[in-house]
């Protein structure tokens, strides 16, 4: 069958369409969902493209059973994903919860809408405490923070590839301003640039007679004794802690001699870099730090820019401090101030910073 | 001293079983063994399990097999069946988690024909967490959670289960209502609803009327009696909805 995407396209898309073509050239089997703004387009996209190319797509039920039927089709060994928002992440938290305590490779792109219930259907940053800890677990999930359509689709192929490689389930964090907004960007066979896409594994099903050549798969998640479930929670955190240093990414600007470090995540980060830009110009000492993957998140080189004279911190984002208290409880000890913008539900833009650090100086 | 016969599917490091002196549950889980090994698909089944007391077979079978949680073993094993449509994906549930916190997947996962196949264990109370209501407690019925008797003034009437999904199935679909108490008739019923996927028919669900002494408070004899006489009045057994001839 010829491949979704051949060679390398520019395009002009929304973040939404872009996910869709992603997980088509990452060769995802099959999604599961059920709709919600602002996510819709990329079941719309998919169940158009997805049978051109043998894939499947099932609008289930709920969100609930989406994330459920996810997880059997991994187990099954299947790639396959969900993609959902707001009051969609929130009945999801079952089965991603399943999935971390089976270590199943989930991919899940959340494009975040304004919270709380049902909030509204444009734009937030408000599910990422709800993405990297819900769920009744320790948070042993990979969540990756986009910050533009073009990412939408390089994260959206690199979270089935991390999936299937490390075992766990796997998020691509965007929101309703990505999601809808339509932007210049290459889609590309990911052949071309030398990414290798990872063959899934199935967990059941698998090759071979019973009680002939192998022993019957007998996959739990529920144990008997504290101590089994504590060695198997106890396994998945020397799991992520061996892995983390290979997964995580940030992104910095101008942090060699910066007095004040702007701390931001996803489509906040562009403005952050729009502000920075601009300050600079007038001479203002002003870096950026954007943590990429919010788990496992970067801490050792947030602490190391901190560390080279940072005099203090500006925590800006579209919720009322998600990004903050994770950003506090990684670098506890640090003793620089953090000073904060705080949008709930809203957008973030140059002028907002920028009239936010001159009063920091 | 003669040994029963176990099923070539039944996993054997994991007998005896965990489930109490008379319960319904293994005998179910006898038919379902002995259907597998009739037909031949102990390497193509694959079982999922419940959380309810249904979770304590997770092991207990020589086929691949997972837990899922309570009340999501039907979307699992769609998800399932879509991915590898080759594989004979078998959900096995209590009536909790099928008829009240799974409801909508048990319905809707109907409507769409899924051709999987469910069996639902009814023994009209929630087993595993201590004896609650259930969907399926009889008017009357004495549990955790209504002391003085089941009143359907207040907690409605037990669901009839295979009555709602034979009304909501379309052509293909195979549903019937079995009793441990008439095993040779409830192997009958799972063995056909494992063709029907086989075949690729349509949605295939036996309910299965099962025994919880343990919870009941009955003796052997009064487990039995409360079986046949009460529940087996209520719920009736046969084969509502079939693409097979009758035959039994
Ligand atoms: C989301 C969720 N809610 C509640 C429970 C607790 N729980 C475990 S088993 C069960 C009921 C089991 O009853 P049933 O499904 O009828 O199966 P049985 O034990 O009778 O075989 C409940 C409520 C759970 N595990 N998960
Ligand atoms: S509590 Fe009831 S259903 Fe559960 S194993 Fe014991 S007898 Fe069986």
Redesign the interface.
């Known amino acids: 069958m010829e491949k979704p995407v051949t060679g390398s396209k520019k395009v002009f898309m929304t973040g939404n369409e872009s996910v869709a073509w992603a997980a088509l050239a990452a060769e995802a089997d099959v999604m599961f969902g059920y709709p919600i703004t602002p996510q819709n387009e990329i079941m719309h996209y998919w169940a158009r493209l997805g049978p051109k190319y043998g894939r499947k797509f099932l609008q289930t039920e709920d969100e609930i059973s989406a994330g459920f039927t996810v997880c059997g089709a991994v187990i099954a060994g299947k790639k396959a994903f969900t993609a959902t928002s707001g009051p969609g992440n929130t009945l999801m938290q079952e089965p991603f919860s399943m999935a971390e305590g089976m270590k199943l490779p989930t991919v899940t792109v959340i494009q975040q809408r304004g919270g709380p219930s049902s909030g509204t259907v444009i734009y937030s940053q408000q599910e990422v405490t709800l993405t990297t800890y819900g769920g009744n677990g320790e948070g042993h999930r990979l969540v990756y923070s986009t910050a533009s359509n073009q990412e939408l689709y390089d994260y959206t192929i690199k979270a089935f590839n991390v999936a299937w490689k490390y075992k766990f389930p796997t998020f691509v964090l965007g929101d309703g301003y990505q999601a809808k907004m339509r932007e210049p960007l290459e889609i590309y066979d990911p052949a071309e640039r030398g990414i290798e896409l990872i063959e899934p594994t199935p967990l059941v099903g698998v090759p071979g007679q019973i009680g002939v050549d192998r022993e019957p798969q007998h996959l739990c998640n529920i144990y008997s004794l504290e101590e089994e479930l504590y060695e198997a929670v106890m396994h998945l955190q020397s799991e992520y802690d061996r892995i983390s240093p290979e997964i995580v990414e940030y992104e910095i600007s101008f942090v060699e001699d910066a007095d004040i470090l702007v701390v931001s995540h996803g489509v906040v980060s562009r403005s952050v870099d729009d502000a920075v830009e601009a300050l600079r110009a007038q001479g203002i000492k002003v870096g950026s730090f954007r943590p990429i993957t919010l788990r496992p998140f970067p801490t050792q080189a947030l602490l190391d820019v901190l560390g080279s004279g940072v005099k203090k911190m500006l925590l800006v984002e579209s919720s009322y401090g998600q990004l903050f208290r994770l950003v506090r409880q990684e670098i506890y000890g640090e003793t620089v101030p953090i000073e904060t913008l705080f949008k709930p539900g809203v957008g973030i833009i140059d002028t907002d910073i920028i009239e936010m650090i001159a009063n920091m100086i | 001293m003669v040994q029963p016969v176990m099923p070539k599917t039944w996993?054997r490091p994991t007998k005896p079983h965990k489930f109490c002196p008379g319960c319904g549950h293994p005998l179910i889980l006898k038919a379902l063994g002995e259907a597998a090994d009739e037909l031949g698909i102990?390497?193509?089944l694959?079982y999922?399990c419940d959380?309810g007391c249904s979770?304590l077979s997770?092991?207990f079978?020589?086929?691949?097999?997972?837990?899922?949680?309570h009340g999501?073993t039907t979307?699992?094993?769609?998800?399932?069946?879509?991915?590898?449509p080759?594989?004979i994906c078998v959900g096995y549930m209590g009536d909790g988690g099928g008829y009240s916190i799974g409801s909508?997947?048990l319905?809707?996962?109907a409507i769409r024909n899924e051709k999987i196949t469910l069996i639902l264990a009814n023994n009209t109370n929630y087993a595993m967490t201590g004896g609650q209501l259930a969907p399926t407690t009889l008017p009357g019925q004495k549990t955790e959670t209504t002391p003085l008797g089941r009143d359907p003034e207040s907690t409605g009437y037990p669901v009839m289960g295979p009555e709602m999904i034979s009304a909501i199935t379309g052509a293909g679909a195979y549903v019937a209502r079995g009793t441990v108490s008439k095993y040779r008739q409830l192997k009958g019923f799972i063995k056909r609803a494992l063709q029907n996927q086989m075949e690729g028919n349509g949605f295939s669900f036996v309910e299965a009327l099962s025994t919880c002494p343990t919870n009941w408070g009955t003796n052997a004899k009064q487990t039995w009696n409360w079986l046949e006489d009460n529940m087996q009045a209520y719920f009736p057994t046969g084969e509502l909805k079939s693409p097979f001839r009758k035959e039994d």
């Open positions: 996993y102990q390497n193509q694959i999922g959380i979770l997770w092991d079978f020589a086929m691949d097999s997972t837990q899922t949680h999501r979307p699992v094993m769609v998800g399932m069946k879509r991915a590898r080759e594989l909508q997947h319905v809707n996962s």
